[in-house]
């Protein structure tokens, strides 16, 4: 089984006080991923990386910034958190697809809900 | 860019009737659409999936549709139970080309016993 694990399932932070949010998954997938899901609001992705040191803005990147220094690990940092950054966060990984041949499945994180106060 | 618009945001149902959440998207080079079911407090998880080269796939209780003309594709549960309780999230994406998947909004299905 794929395992997707995130470093706390609840979080409650000050604002102004810089936050990271750990992301490690276990089957060697090239792909991971940075949602926020709020209510109404879907999945919104924040940021992703196909590859070690490589990451790419998603939708909403501002006031986030992410690092991957290792193939299995991805973190997410908040330099300064708001209230508004109050939210459900949940971390995803995949494949990269090869042609029609690999199709990219997402594996989730269990997610991890910061409370900015 | 992709834009998927899912509705209805939230259905309810009652055991054993059948419940239809429909997707739409914008781009025609999209073909994979995949379906997350999240229970509450649980993480997203793939469900049933259709690729562009087929109109509908079935598992069981769930079947989906693919209307590529059209753009629109499809959840169909049948028999619902309360186990199906949970927000289904439709997607779409191109693995070909800009392989990130789109997400709709998500839907709350609640099915009454």
């Known amino acids: 089984d794929v395992k997707v694990t995130q470093s706390s399932r609840y979080l409650v932070k000050r604002t102004g006080e810089k936050v990271f949010l750990e992301c490690v998954q276990d089957?060697?997938?090239?792909?991971m991923f940075w949602y926020r899901q709020d209510p109404g609001l879907g999945l919104r992705l924040i940021y992703f990386?196909?590859?070690?040191?490589?990451?790419e803005k998603g939708d909403i990147p501002e006031g986030y910034s992410v690092s991957r220094e290792k193939k299995e690990r991805f973190s997410l940092i908040l330099e300064s958190a708001s209230t508004n950054q109050t939210s459900m966060y949940l971390c995803a990984s995949s494949l990269i697809p090869q042609g029609l041949a690999r199709y990219n499945e997402q594996f989730f994180g269990p997610g991890t809900r910061l409370t900015v106060l | 860019g992709e834009n998927v618009e899912q509705h209805p945001s939230t259905l309810s149902v009652q055991e054993g009737d059948s419940a239809v959440i429909k997707c739409t998207y914008s781009?025609?080079?999209?073909?994979?659409f995949p379906w997350y079911k999240q229970e509450l407090g649980k993480r997203p998880q793939l469900i049933i999936d259709i690729r562009s080269n087929v109109g509908e796939k079935k598992d069981q209780r769930i079947a989906v549709t693919l209307n590529k003309t059209a753009k629109h594709f499809s959840l169909h549960i049948t028999e619902t139970q309360p186990e199906d309780s949970a927000v289904y999230f439709c997607?779409?994406?191109?693995?070909?080309?800009?392989?990130?998947?789109?997400f709709g909004r998500g839907t709350s299905l609640i099915v009454h016993p």
């Open positions: 990386s196909y590859d070690v040191k490589m990451k």
């Open positions: 089957m060697d997938h090239e792909n």
């Open positions: 997607a779409a994406s191109n693995p070909g080309g800009s392989y990130i998947p789109t």
């Open positions: 781009d025609s080079a999209s073909n994979y």
